[in-house]
């Protein structure tokens, strides 16, 4: 946040107060879900509603050959870091040595989540275990490439599939 700006309130209808140096700034959402920003009174309204298409983190785990397996589908950000982060720590506190993530249905990570996934996978590999991440989507496999986390978490499935510390299997 920039010097002087400080949040009078956050989320929907969210405005800095900086001493009038600047426009103020609103996120409206309307009762069709449509989010709009304006700027101080110069009427500008852009309507972000076909840009901002968010779909949820949905979670579920179930019991696998090694080890727990979490499906995730939806968008793993900075919104749902949290969520993530409760899910994955309560497998590695019942004991965990091997998780499996089944991305299959995950359509987008950003650093965050990846950075969730690096911890759970440092801890894993610490306790002589590991997290696999199977079948992720092309643009989820390309984030993790991209950011060196597939050097930490084996990612397994489809064409996507990079080498990781326990190498590839399609």
Known sequence: M?????????GPGSYWNDGGRSKVRTEVKTPDGCASVRSG???????????NTVRALRASVAAGESGPVIML???????????????????????ALHLTINASGLSYVDSMA??????????????????????PQRQVARTLTLMGADQMITIRGGAEATSGPGGTQD
């Open 2 to 10: 920039a010097a002087g700006r400080l949040p009078a309130t956050r």
């Open 41 to 51: 009174d110069d009427g500008l309204c852009a309507d972000a509603s076909r840009l």
């Open 73 to 95: 589908s939806g968008e793993a950000d900075i919104a749902s870091a949290v969520q993530l982060t409760a899910l994955i720590s309560g497998q590695l506190n019942a004991g």
């Open 114 to 135: 990846v950075q969730v996934l690096v911890v759970a996978a440092k801890i894993l590999r610490a306790r002589g275990g590991g997290l696999v991440l199977f079948r």
